[in-house]
């Protein structure tokens, strides 16, 4: 029954933690940009000339 205090303890930890990163990405821009990735692809890349 100790091991189950324990899971719990250290799931809400982590729980925790993921929280603050989460809150942390969000505040310094993490998630601002979500149209660029979507077409990214559809744009050229340029061609470099080695000559």
Known sequence: MN???LLI????FAALIFLVLFVWCVKTGQFDDNYTPSVRIL???EVI???
Do not use: P
Not at 9 to 12: A, F, H, K, R
């Open 49 to 51: 000339d080695n000559n």
């Open 9 to 12: 303890g250290v799931s809400l």
């Open 43 to 45: 744009f050229d890349d």
């Open 3 to 5: 091991i189950l205090y």
